[in-house]
């Protein structure tokens, strides 16, 4: 109550009614190291009710994580280690970034599958652990929970315990206004364990045993499901939706601190007792962490994968022996991607994923290591099904768990189903490969639904997502490069259609954001594009040699790398004393930062073959040439 109380805004009802719970598993339940939160054999605990964000802060003071009572005075105040919802890499303890409902759950499944993976790989020595999650009716009603769900039990996800808090309160007013599914029948339809264990929110020992017993279950993720009354204790606002909120005020404070024994006139309030059992409860998994530890200095196995794996690199040489693509030849970018992904695979063994039901069409094929099922757990590849906004969330969880760089695919226009997730891994720093193909309006045949003009540029615009768009294979090459030897997401994006192999593209400097492909020191324009439209680019500076008119062309494949850049190398490759032109298939928005004018596609497409519909709608050489010479003033 004090934390919302002193920031007068955040969450109270919510983690008052879960505070048994919460000390039940990390008193009882949960294997941990305060002193060592990054253990990699810990269990994980994911708090996809992110709202509820005191209580989790509160429990992390209380175990001993670093967390002061400063720090929860401070809650949800400029630069605090508290903030407003949990934020992975900001706060020691905290896991994953949660606070969209159901985020956490699909969070959760992807911890799950990394433990099994490097359960599988290495030994139940090394790895074997849980993965707790607390989800709430809001996390179930939306629809990415429905997707993770089916897929975690698909998969069998025996070390995922969700708990479902059923206290059948939202934000509008109780949950009958608008929900009347059967959680634990729609649960176990999907092939989970489900416990019912009814109004037990304040009973330790009966949420201890339901916890046990959905340990107990191997072959399947349980679901333990527990009536509590939100606002538990408080004395007016229990059980009613204002109690989800900053509701619960100064008189009914203290009449709640009353009815507990508690001062009443003192904040933050820890009993000397509570917090020497809490800190021996953080501290006694270190028994647990160095016996592990003397396991890991003993280990026989393949160390070297091992080692790569946890700290989410490749081992020595991963990136020498990458295909390289002659000049003249023709190859998609989706088609590139997918053997520099195959050819990596041995020596970056925390490569694994794959594709919403467009694995193939995508690139994102692992061969020959297995197919991820309840019976090859350790398999890399996996079949997401047509879950995309499941998948990006679930890729969050399994590279911010530990042991996997995740590459997911699907088509570039259905990133808009995956915005949520992607925009959480830009957030949390996550090291997520998206591989999106099928990249304009070249798809052709499908249509508008199919062909991407806006998606490109909403990416961008997601800060800290790295977004990379080859010109050709060799580039595509240079992008996995980037992708794999960089922290953070990446989106590689790739054509659908076979694109030239370009001269002077071999070995090039993706990295750098952007380089000239072709120069000429008696230029007049500059023709900068991405993707397929670098080809265009080559061809229209052809074109106008042949008219008198010498132009040089940038590929542009990054504009987050080529930002980076120091101030004389921008300058060195796009020549500001001269007008330049952009070409690429999707809307001009953001551009002009970078150029003077744009050829660009401001409309959705349409059905036609792709050469068409890109002619049709501007892309081709001879608009590129005339307003290259409008801009000339030629």
């Given at each position: 109550?004090?934390?919302?109380?002193?920031?007068?805004?955040?969450?109270?009802?919510?983690?008052?009614?879960?505070?048994?719970?919460?000390?039940?598993?990390?008193?009882?339940?949960?294997?941990?190291?305060?002193?060592?939160?990054?253990?990699?054999?810990?269990?994980?605990?994911?708090?996809?009710?992110?709202?509820?964000?005191?209580?989790?802060?509160?429990?992390?003071?209380?175990?001993?994580?670093?967390?002061?009572?400063?720090?929860?005075?401070?809650?949800?105040?400029?630069?605090?280690?508290?903030?407003?919802?949990?934020?992975?890499?900001?706060?020691?303890?905290?896991?994953?970034?949660?606070?969209?409902?159901?985020?956490?759950?699909?969070?959760?499944?992807?911890?799950?599958?990394?433990?099994?993976?490097?359960?599988?790989?290495?030994?139940?020595?090394?790895?074997?652990?849980?993965?707790?999650?607390?989800?709430?009716?809001?996390?179930?009603?939306?629809?990415?929970?429905?997707?993770?769900?089916?897929?975690?039990?698909?998969?069998?996800?025996?070390?995922?315990?969700?708990?479902?808090?059923?206290?059948?309160?939202?934000?509008?007013?109780?949950?009958?206004?608008?929900?009347?599914?059967?959680?634990?029948?729609?649960?176990?339809?999907?092939?989970?364990?489900?416990?019912?264990?009814?109004?037990?929110?304040?009973?330790?020992?009966?949420?201890?045993?339901?916890?046990?017993?959905?340990?107990?279950?191997?072959?399947?993720?349980?679901?333990?499901?527990?009536?509590?009354?939100?606002?538990?204790?408080?004395?007016?606002?229990?059980?009613?939706?204002?109690?989800?909120?900053?509701?619960?005020?100064?008189?009914?404070?203290?009449?709640?601190?009353?009815?507990?024994?508690?001062?009443?006139?003192?904040?933050?309030?820890?009993?000397?007792?509570?917090?020497?059992?809490?800190?021996?409860?953080?501290?006694?998994?270190?028994?647990?962490?160095?016996?592990?530890?003397?396991?890991?200095?003993?280990?026989?196995?393949?160390?070297?994968?091992?080692?790569?794996?946890?700290?989410?690199?490749?081992?020595?040489?991963?990136?020498?022996?990458?295909?390289?693509?002659?000049?003249?030849?023709?190859?998609?970018?989706?088609?590139?991607?997918?053997?520099?992904?195959?050819?990596?695979?041995?020596?970056?063994?925390?490569?694994?994923?794959?594709?919403?039901?467009?694995?193939?069409?995508?690139?994102?094929?692992?061969?020959?290591?297995?197919?991820?099922?309840?019976?090859?757990?350790?398999?890399?590849?996996?079949?997401?099904?047509?879950?995309?906004?499941?998948?990006?969330?679930?890729?969050?969880?399994?590279?911010?768990?530990?042991?996997?760089?995740?590459?997911?695919?699907?088509?570039?226009?259905?990133?808009?189903?995956?915005?949520?997730?992607?925009?959480?891994?830009?957030?949390?720093?996550?090291?997520?490969?998206?591989?999106?193909?099928?990249?304009?309006?070249?798809?052709?045949?499908?249509?508008?639904?199919?062909?991407?003009?806006?998606?490109?540029?909403?990416?961008?615009?997601?800060?800290?997502?790295?977004?990379?768009?080859?010109?050709?294979?060799?580039?595509?090459?240079?992008?996995?490069?980037?992708?794999?030897?960089?922290?953070?997401?990446?989106?590689?994006?790739?054509?659908?259609?076979?694109?030239?192999?370009?001269?002077?593209?071999?070995?090039?400097?993706?990295?750098?954001?952007?380089?000239?492909?072709?120069?000429?020191?008696?230029?007049?324009?500059?023709?900068?594009?991405?993707?397929?439209?670098?080809?265009?680019?080559?061809?229209?500076?052809?074109?106008?040699?042949?008219?008198?008119?010498?132009?040089?062309?940038?590929?542009?494949?990054?504009?987050?790398?080529?930002?980076?850049?120091?101030?004389?190398?921008?300058?060195?490759?796009?020549?500001?004393?001269?007008?330049?032109?952009?070409?690429?298939?999707?809307?001009?928005?953001?551009?002009?930062?970078?150029?003077?004018?744009?050829?660009s596609i401001d409309r959705f497409g349409a059905s036609a073959p792709g050469g068409t519909v890109m002619r049709e709608l501007g892309?081709?050489?001879?608009?590129?040439?005339?307003?290259?010479?409008?801009?000339?003033?030629?």
């Amino acid at each position: 109550m004090d934390g919302p109380h002193a920031a007068r805004s955040g969450h109270q009802g919510t983690a008052m009614s879960l505070a048994p719970l919460a000390h039940v598993l990390f008193t009882r339940v949960m294997k941990y190291d305060a002193s060592r939160s990054d253990w990699a054999d810990r269990d994980r605990f994911v708090l996809s009710v992110g709202h509820a964000s005191i209580l989790q802060y509160a429990m992390l003071h209380l175990a001993g994580f670093g967390l002061t009572l400063d720090d929860l005075q401070d809650f949800r105040q400029w630069g605090s280690a508290t903030p407003g919802h949990p934020e992975v890499g900001h706060t020691a303890g905290v896991e994953v970034t949660t606070g969209p409902l159901g985020q956490g759950v699909a969070n959760a499944v992807g911890m799950a599958i990394a433990e099994a993976q490097l359960r599988t790989r290495y030994g139940a020595d090394l790895f074997d652990h849980y993965v707790f999650a607390i989800a709430g009716d809001g996390c179930l009603s939306e629809g990415i929970s429905h997707e993770a769900a089916s897929l975690a039990g698909h998969l069998g996800l025996g070390k995922l315990v969700m708990i479902y808090d059923d206290n059948h309160i939202t934000i509008d007013g109780e949950t009958d206004l608008a929900l009347s599914d059967d959680a634990a029948a729609r649960f176990r339809s999907y092939g989970w364990h489900v416990l019912e264990l009814g109004e037990v929110g304040e009973d330790l020992d009966a949420l201890e045993d339901g916890l046990n017993e959905a340990k107990a279950v191997t072959d399947a993720p349980s679901l333990v499901i527990v009536r509590t009354i939100i606002g538990t204790p408080a004395t007016e606002s229990a059980d009613t939706h204002e109690a989800h909120g900053y509701a619960i005020l100064d008189e009914e404070i203290a009449a709640t601190k009353a009815a507990m024994g508690m001062p009443v006139d003192e904040t933050f309030h820890v009993p000397s007792d509570v917090l020497e059992t809490y800190r021996a409860a953080g501290l006694r998994g270190s028994i647990e962490r160095e016996a592990w530890e003397q396991r890991l200095a003993v280990f026989d196995g393949d160390r070297a994968a091992l080692e790569a794996q946890l700290s989410g690199t490749g081992m020595p040489g991963w990136d020498e022996d990458l295909p390289v693509y002659e000049a003249g030849d023709s190859v998609a970018t989706r088609k590139a991607s997918g053997a520099a992904l195959q050819a990596m695979l041995e020596l970056v063994p925390g490569l694994t994923g794959g594709g919403a039901d467009l694995t193939g069409n995508t690139g994102t094929v692992i061969k020959d290591h297995g197919v991820f099922s309840p019976a090859d757990p350790g398999g890399r590849q996996i079949y997401f099904g047509v879950r995309e906004h499941a998948m990006g969330a679930i890729a969050n969880g399994m590279a911010l768990h530990g042991g996997a760089i995740p590459v997911v695919g699907t088509f570039l226009v259905f990133a808009d189903y995956m915005r949520a997730a992607v925009r959480l891994a830009a957030l949390s720093e996550a090291k997520v490969l998206f591989v999106w193909t099928h990249d304009s309006v070249g798809v052709g045949e499908d249509g508008p639904t199919h062909q991407p003009v806006e998606q490109i540029a909403s990416l961008r615009a997601i800060p800290g997502l790295r977004v990379i768009r080859p010109a050709d294979a060799n580039e595509a090459i240079e992008a996995w490069k980037v992708a794999v030897g960089s922290g953070g997401p990446t989106a590689l994006i790739m054509s659908r259609q076979n694109l030239p192999v370009l001269e002077g593209s071999a070995g090039a400097p993706v990295g750098a954001g952007a380089y000239v492909l072709q120069e000429a020191d008696d230029a007049v324009v500059t023709l900068v594009g991405t993707g397929s439209e670098v080809s265009v680019c080559v061809e229209a500076a052809a074109a106008l040699a042949r008219q008198g008119v010498s132009a040089r062309v940038v590929s542009f494949p990054s504009w987050e790398l080529f930002a980076d850049a120091d101030a004389d190398t921008q300058e060195a490759v796009m020549r500001p004393e001269l007008p330049s032109l952009a070409v690429e298939a999707g809307v001009a928005q953001g551009w002009h930062k970078w150029v003077d004018d744009v050829v660009s596609i401001d409309r959705f497409g349409a059905s036609a073959p792709g050469g068409t519909v890109m002619r049709e709608l501007g892309i081709n050489v001879d608009n590129v040439v005339a307003r290259a010479r409008t801009l000339i003033g030629a």
